[in-house]
């Protein structure tokens, strides 16, 4: 039994404890790949643990999907402490794709230096409440259903989630561009490449939450600003 | 005020375990210069004497407050390093291991250059996290040393007496007026033909003489709160209520059988169970010419998929008692398949043979047609129909999971399967434990079980059972979750939903409402810690920095692509 | 004498300032606003005038602190009426999902809430949350939960498609077709039948296409048909005493005798005709829906307790009147199989024959004299059925006029196009005007050519004839396919049953019940000729209004 030496384990007791952002950042440190490997289904030693680490890490890679990274390089997999023959073939199968997709950047969507940047805003995204509480409310609506007691499926939990991941990856992305400067909703849609439309709705909305203020009225365009010191703290 | 962070790093050879297959020594040199290593030193077997007095002496010496040992598996040694530690005057969560035997020398032989360097960066890795590491005291929580037991059957019992015989004070509680369970219906015990009812009668004697147990009888249970070492059960009989402390719990609820109602004709009369020809045993009621038994009715079917794997022995065992109360009885077993595991039951389906008892294998897809007076079989060798004549069929009907079994497994908080049988802990590693500690299991409660099987598995959640019970106080790996920023908590709850052994709740501070953890019933799984917006939660040794470090320390030289 | 009593609506502050000076005047005050909390939507602009700091209206505190006034928020009339010089008004109050006292203001629910809607209040410029404060000074939060999806409020049954929809795409067939079952017991006829609005109305049609709402429903009932799995029967341990005729047992008798039995009580069902099934068995061509799928469902359906009596015409082989002693409730679900005449002389011809009728012998099995040339009138899909199953019973040739043109046809497009395809031949814009025939047969049929004038009450141009531009088809066979209404036949004079000028039963929305009480009806009798699965959806309101009315009944 022997793999690739370019795979390093970092253990944990569960994958539940698996929390998205840190696969965020180990992308965003420059791993080419993140493989979890936890227990069979129904033979976790944390009983549920592993359904929670498998949504999880779903909204991980949907997350980083979405900002530019090939989905293929993170992998849930399965694997029992009795199968060592099963984990080298995971793990040469992986290593396989991952050669396949060569370095970080290479088989992205968005090039290196940019992609960066996009990785620290999906790590951002995964941190802050909205997507957690949305995620950790998953496994209760797909199964004894909300306090009205509808029950929603999993494809219709995953079609929210990727609305939030689309509409916090925005959101985020405007809050660091004002943190660096005042900016209009034309100058930052074309900084970030969204319609400005979408872009002022979403400065609207921060604006509704007090996060965000008019800063000046440049000729006919105005210029908004972080006004709430917590938004400061959440763009950052 | 920051204290200096001193690392000492053991590499060990493993014998040539692992210095056959990389460079150790570049390994140790290496350590030496990784940020806050003060000390670092290559033995040949840490894990022997000489190693563990040279950590000892280093921590002393060097003045070292981490410890990180570059040997094999923590599953085998953690807990021998860090109980060195502990000798050694450091907290014994001060230190960090790291796999480079397994990870390693192990899976990279022909790859020395690599695998070296792949150690290295582990070493770094297991160096960057043990420099978060943070001290941590065992968490210890008082035993109450009493037991109850739940269920009077001869699981119940048997696990009663055997803790009771230790010298724990046990309550055993029976919903029936009597104790006895099913027993108390059955006729002979196979293999040995022993008499039920006086094995019942004789355990229900020493239990209710045994001065350690408090049998309640037509008990039921209201509630249970609290976790190992301190349940808070109340219970009512006839309508009064009763509260008392336990520190364990055994269920033995027991099981049901399936009256087969709608299934062959069943009546009660012509058509009966292997439960009904027992009373007919007992009250010397039996006379037939020719009996048919048929197997697995309502059972390995859609709705009941399991095997109630008891009920071939049972068949076999009622066969062989007509055969010799009345040899010219014609015994008929019709069968899918036949269970008669183990040296004891092989020899009695054998011995059913000889005495004449006819084995005939039906298919599912066509199953026998029972009518006054004859039943009707497709022989799958002869390929057509067999008419037997017939004045007694005995239907062998599945044991099903015991009714209380929701209400049950929603007082204590663990799981049953899809039968709606308890679900024990894992199938290899905890057979009569609960997920959840101090709860155990045995007998039929489990999965249909014979006597002696019953009696097996009560003694031996008796003797798990007493474990925790011997102990005055319960003392638990500190790695588990902690609230480490309680003002950040919003009481949400959305953590307590997701945990899977009820280890977190709610509870009203002077703050408002904030979660608590359990830290005795905590495993540290960390789900909480993943799932929380506000960040409030950690597992300890596995702190979201810890982890970030360890990543980071990989990522940061990058030795290779 | 108690003060004057005055309702104000609409809580904006012109109407607070209202509410304050009747109060003042000594009248009691009732304000009703629909929204969750007082003060309009203009009170934020007030921000404009003082930048920076809230601003409030004095008004609204003093409305809110005034003894005479009382303060209906969040909150609709809905009826209206006068009587004596004084109204009476029904107000619906709408769920309040937010426990005010409770609340404090932290606004973290916005912050996490997941669905974003266009914020209605600011003109649709930027998004605000479901959950939401009314406007950020009164902090009046609120669940704002919207309709049903589009999809699920077209549908008459109201299937949860979101739901099955959704199962489906997680692979749970089973549990879809539970979800569909909770409202509807024909699954696999519908699942092939059904015009399914849903889909006009799918909002996925604006991107590409509408989801195939209908044929997913099929797929998961035939899932299981296919696969041998057998359907849950779901009933009661213990039926109730009372028993329901149900009269007819087409979609609407048996989804209300389906759903009795959901709630316990036994149904013995009648129909006239050799087969259960309704116009399901003798309208629908076999080609679109056969026998052997339809009697599966069925037979699944009476399997929860519902006792079939075929070929017992009520009003022949029983009296209504006995029916109405021994049964403690009556469902009349009878459809509507009775051809509307053209009223056109030479009617009574050999070779006319019409639309039902026809459909029906097909499906009986019946021989059809099938020769020469057919020709179907009408424009609706009992047409289109008409004109491809004789197409397929073997005429030469199939025509089907239609007064008007193409675009104005109310059979679902896809069966005109179906049509065409065969072979049928259309001709638009021709009225039949007279059967013409020799020795008691038919030998063709005189028509007269139609424009198009102003739209009539439908909102459909009306035709107009064309003076002097009759003209003659030579055919042995005329299926008239313009509409059907029921046979009320069976339905005693003294029984005191209202019956409308369509002659359809008129009931009540809610429960279906007539005028009658213990008397129910639903489907084609009632609504007049519709798509099947609206016969479905009110069998099961109706099913509901009689456990209602056998509940109050025991009660008593």
Known sequence: ?236 | MAEEIRIGVFVCDCGSNIAGYLKVSELAEYAKTLPNVVYVKENLYTCSESGINEIKAAVKEQDLNRVVVASCTPRTHEPLFRETCAEGGLNPYLFEMVNIRDQCSWVHMQEKEEGTAKAKDLIRMGVAKASLLQPQEPIESPMDPRAMVIGGGISGMTSALALANRGYQVTLVEKAAELGGLLLQLDKIGPANADAASVAEKHAQQVQGHPKIKTLTATKIDAINGYIGNFKVTTSTNGVQEEFGVGVIVVATGARVLKPVGLFNYDGEKVITQLELESLFKKGAFNAKNVVMIQCVGARNEERKYCSRICCMVAIKNAIAIKERSPDTGVHILYRDIQAYGTENEELYQYAKQLGVRFLKYDQAKPPKVEEGRVTVYHHLLGRDLELPVDLVVLSTPLIAGEDNETISRLLRVSLDENKFFLEGHVKLKPLDFANDGIYLCGNAHYPATVREAISQALGAASRASIPLSRDVMTVEPIVSTLVDEDACRGCGLCVALCPYGALEIVRTEKGRKVKVIPVACKGCGVCAATCYQHALTINSYTDEQIGQQIEAFLETGTEG | MSAKRVIIFGGDPAGVAAALAQAEAGMQVTLIEPSPGLGGERLSQTQLVVDGSAFVDPNLEAVKKHPNIRIITNAQVEHAAAENGSYRLRVRRNTARVDLEKCNDCRACMRVCPIHMYDDFNEGLGFRTAIDFFNPETGTYNIFKEDMPVCQATCPANLDIRSYVGLIADGKYEESLAKIRERLPFALSIGRVCPHPCETACNRGYVDEPISICTLKRFVADYEMNNEIPPPVDVPDEFHKEKVALIGAGPASLSCGYFLAKAGYRSVCFEALPEPGGMFRYGIPEYRLSTPTLMYEINWILSHGIELRCNTRVGKDISFADIQKEYDAIFIGVGAHTGIKLQIKGEELEGVVDGVDFLRDVNMGKPVNAKGKVIVIGGGNVAMDAARVSWREGFDEVHVLYRRTKKEMPASPWEIDAAEHEGVKFQYLVAPIEVVGKNGKMTGLKCLRMQLGEPDASGRRRPVPIEGSEFVIEAETLIPAISQRPDLSFVPEEGGLNITRWNTFHVDQQTFMTNVPGIFSAGDVETGPDIAIRACANGRKAADGIIQYLQAKGSK
């Open chain 1, 1 to 236: 039994m022997q793999y690739t030496t370019d795979v390093r384990i970092i253990r944990l007791m569960c994958t539940g404890r698996v929390d998205p952002p840190m696969l965020a950042d180990a992308f965003m440190k420059g791993a080419d790949g993140v493989m979890v490997v936890g227990c069979h289904f129904g033979d976790c030693h944390y009983i549920t643990g592993n359904y929670q680490g498998k949504i999880k890490v779903g909204l991980a890679s949907r997350t980083l999907d979405y900002v530019g990274l090939n989905p293929r390089r993170v992998s849930f997999s399965q694997c029992s402490s009795a199968e060592g023959e099963r984990f080298v073939n995971m793990v040469s199968a992986f290593d396989q794709t991952i050669r396949e997709l060569g370095p970080l950047g290479n088989a992205e969507r968005v090039a290196l230096p940019e992609l960066k940047d996009k990785l620290a805003i999906a790590k951002t995204v995964l941190s802050r409440e909205k997507i957690r509480w949305v995620v950790g409310k998953f496994t209760e609506f797909t199964t004894t259903g909300n306090k009205y007691g509808e029950r929603f499926t999993e494809h219709e939990m995953w079609r929210t989630l990727d609305t939030i991941i689309m509409d916090e990856v925005a959101t985020y992305e405007i809050l660091r561009e004002l943190e660096n400067a005042p900016a209009s909703a034309k100058e930052m849609a074309a900084k970030l490449k969204l319609p400005p439309p979408h872009v002022l709705k979403y400065v609207l909305a921060l604006q509704r939450r007090g996060f965000v203020g008019l800063a000046e009225i440049d000729g006919t365009s105005p210029r908004y600003q972080i006004v709430d010191p917590m938004a400061k703290e959440e763009a950052a």
